[in-house]
Every structure is written in structure tokens, then in C-alpha cells.
Nanobody
Framework: QVQLVESGGGSVQAGGSLRLACEYS??????????MGWFRQAPGEEREGVAA???????SYADSAKGRFTISKDNAKNTLYLQMNSLKPEDTAMYYC?????????????????WGQGTQVTVSS
């Protein structure tokens, strides 16, 4: 059973930074092809892809995240990170870590099979 556990959310003022972490089961990265990503969902909105990384280390970002967010993965620590800088009030949402064991279309939330419980990020103006 794949397990994903997020941490690192919180409340910050606009312009601040947060780093989210997602600890994952060891065997999530033993698959030959996979995507791991960060998604967010604000109240009344659909869940959207923020950043993702695939089994080749290729990263992808939503336009809203480019230049501000950085996704990274530490296999030695079984942890996926999302460094978020220059945060804006519109970044306020529940952030989820997710994994799927097929590469491609890594920002498509509908294609993911495994999800963490989420961590709340609130950015005040």
C-alpha cells in the first residue's frame, strides 16, 4: 500500500516562503515509470496541478508556480519537497502530494491513484 504523508503547511504573509514535505513509501520509486506531484484545492475550486517530477527527474510546473515554486525529491530520505517562495494570497489552498505509476501528463490530477491527506497553506495579504 502506497502511503504519502504531507507536512510543512501553515500561515504566512504575502511574500513569504514555505517548504512542504511529503514522505512516501519506499517502493514508490522502484517503478520504472512514475510521476509524483503537488496539487492544491481551494474551497469551491477544482483540484489543480502545481508541480510534478517524473521518474527521469523531469519537472513540470503550472504557470502560476513557475519562477516561484521548486519541486525536488530526495530518494535517500523518501521525501518529496515543494519550496514555495514569493507566496501570494491566491496560493491559499489545501496542498496534496500524489503519486501515479505511469509517466506522462504529470500535472493531471485525474490520473493519480495515490493521495496524501493534505496540508493547509494560508497566505494573508
Amino acid at each position: 500500500q502506497v502511503q504519502l504523508v504531507e507536512s510543512g503547511g501553515g500561515s504566512v504573509q504575502a511574500g513569504g516562503s514555505l517548504r512542504l514535505a511529503c514522505e512516501y513509501s519506499e517502493y514508490t520509486y522502484t517503478y520504472s515509470g512514475y510521476c509524483m506531484g503537488w496539487f492544491r484545492q481551494a474551497p469551491g475550486e477544482e483540484r489543480e496541478g502545481v508541480a510534478a517530477i517524473d521518474s527521469n527527474g523531469i519537472t513540470s510546473y503550472a504557470d502560476s508556480a513557475k519562477g516561484r515554486f521548486t519541486i525536488s525529491k530526495d530518494n535517500a530520505k523518501n521525501t518529496l519537497y515543494l519550496q514555495m517562495n514569493s507566496l501570494k494570497p491566491e496560493d491559499t489552498a489545501m496542498y496534496y502530494c500524489a503519486a501515479k505509476f505511469r509517466s506522462g501528463l504529470c500535472l493531471r490530477a485525474q490520473l493519480y491513484n495515490y493521495w496524501g491527506q493534505g496540508t493547509q497553506v494560508t497566505v494573508s495579504s
